[in-house]
């Protein structure tokens, strides 16, 4: 109901702005919140749900994509407790659910019980939104079978954004460094194909990179969990615009000429801006 209204108020203003001569503002065409590494349960991932209600409330939002590692406690029934306590009302809120896979939560099953709560068909999916396509992929299991899949889902999409989202960073300088098998086999899939922006975690901070052939990189693995150390990163990386160690979450807007994304902090604070272009822009 609330997203009607949002429309119809839309349409509403940019009427009255057409009749007056001047040009409205852009509409969001789909909003996103990414969250990474927040399976701990327990009292911090509740207060990380506690803040993304009361954030999505005044930010009206279509889906939460988890960028991995929902779980740390290897116990389905406690991942699924922690979930419902914690993100129990994304989807009376009409907030739409997409998961991936960490390392953590291969751990039990292959990651199988999470599939029903998270929305997720399988290990790697692909997700549309409105002119956003997600490519959710397993990067536990970097092989040739998903490689291939991967490449034909995005050959054959054609969405104005694809959105590449998977747990291990092609490019983070932490405790951790790019995984040599999503850098070898994917990244120039990424490329070739126009992905736009590739969301990740692991690493327990944030960490933004300046675009590398026209994909732009960001990690964020500060839902809950204890922080990592941010370090320098080599030369051959794309350039580090941003780092920071603070719990919080991704909030993503994508309209027809950009995507502007923020990070956002426990208090709602918005700490971080960028803006993507969507290929020829």
Known sequence: MRRLSFVLLAAAVAFALAQSGRSAEPQPSVALLAIGDFGVAGS????????????????DTDALVTLGDNDYTESPAAFRAAWGQSFGWLRPAGVAVAGSLGNHDVRVQRGRYQFATLSMPGPYYRRKFGDVELFVLDSNNVNAAQTSWLERALASSNALWKVAVLHHPAFTCGSYRSHPNVVRRWVPLFERYDVRLALSGHDHNYQRFVPRRGVTYVVHGGGAGAFYPVTGCPKSYPRRVRARREHGWLYLVFTDDRMVGWTVNMSGRRTDRFTVLPENR
């Open 44 to 59: 911090r991932e509740r207060n990380l749900g506690v803040a993304m209600r009361r954030f999505e409330a005044q930010n």
